[in-house]
């Protein structure tokens, strides 16, 4: 049972979160290492105009409206970077409803009004309305007159307090590049 859980897990994150296979060769640099986490680099996708802190083993994939990263498979720890094709120009415009109706979120989800990338955002913390077992943490933020989400999700739920610090420091270090 706990092997069907984790293949149907792998492929929510592969398939939902990232709803098509993502292609590109080498999408990433890495540059300078951080002072503060040794084991943290700056990297930089061109192609989708951002910079984040990451590891050199990561996985990381893009595509023309999402950048997926797999920060770990054991447990399944990922960040996705994807622009939602919705007509929402000001963050006020994302309400709870709204939220609800994207389909992502069980019951009883918390947002606040954040900062990401020097920009007013919304954090909204959850657990996956399809698979509970699923804990993320979400930002939307508007950049370019588009509305972006970066995803945080851990599986097993049970594994979020061994990442929360990394992917906090992942999320505040992100930077959308002027093109």
Request: with cysteine.
């Given at each position: 049972?706990?092997?069907?859980?984790?293949?149907?897990?792998?492929?929510?994150?592969?398939?939902?979160?990232?709803?098509?296979?993502?292609?590109?060769?080498?999408p990433f640099q890495a540059s300078n290492v951080v002072?503060?986490s040794p084991d943290l680099e700056r990297c930089t996708?061109?192609?989708?105009?951002?910079?984040?802190?990451?590891?050199?083993?990561?996985?990381?994939?893009?595509?023309?409206?999402?950048?997926?990263?797999?920060?770990?498979?054991?447990?399944?720890?990922?960040?996705?970077?994807?622009?939602?094709?919705?007509?929402?120009?000001?963050?006020?415009?994302l309400t709870k409803h709204i939220l609800q109706e994207?389909?992502?979120?069980?019951?009883?989800?918390?947002?606040?009004?954040?900062?990401?990338?020097?920009?007013?955002?919304?954090?909204?913390?959850?657990?996956?309305?399809?698979?509970?077992?699923?804990?993320?943490?979400?930002?939307?933020?508007?950049?370019?007159?588009?509305?972006?989400?970066?995803?945080?999700?851990?599986?097993?739920?049970?594994?979020?307090?061994?990442?929360?610090?990394?992917?906090?420091?992942?999320?505040?270090?992100?930077?959308?590049?002027?093109?």
């Open positions: 049972m706990k092997r069907i859980i984790k293949v149907l897990v792998i492929l929510f994150l592969s398939c939902i979160l990232a709803s098509q296979m993502c292609e590109s060769a080498q002072d503060d996708n061109l192609d989708f105009g951002v910079q984040f802190l990451c590891r050199k083993d990561w996985k990381m994939q893009v595509n023309e409206k999402e950048l997926f990263v797999i920060i770990s498979s054991e447990p399944t720890v990922s960040f996705v970077l994807e622009k939602i094709d919705r007509k929402i120009f000001l963050l006020g415009q994207m389909g992502r979120y069980s019951g009883g989800f918390n947002t606040e009004s954040v900062q990401m990338a020097g920009k007013a955002a919304v954090k909204v913390k959850a657990f996956s309305d399809k698979y509970p077992e699923i804990r993320l943490t979400d930002y939307y933020v508007i950049h370019n007159f588009g509305l972006y989400r970066v995803s945080f999700t851990v599986y097993p739920k049970a594994k979020w307090d061994d990442y929360q610090y990394l992917l906090k420091k992942i999320a505040d270090s992100i930077i959308f590049l002027e093109r």
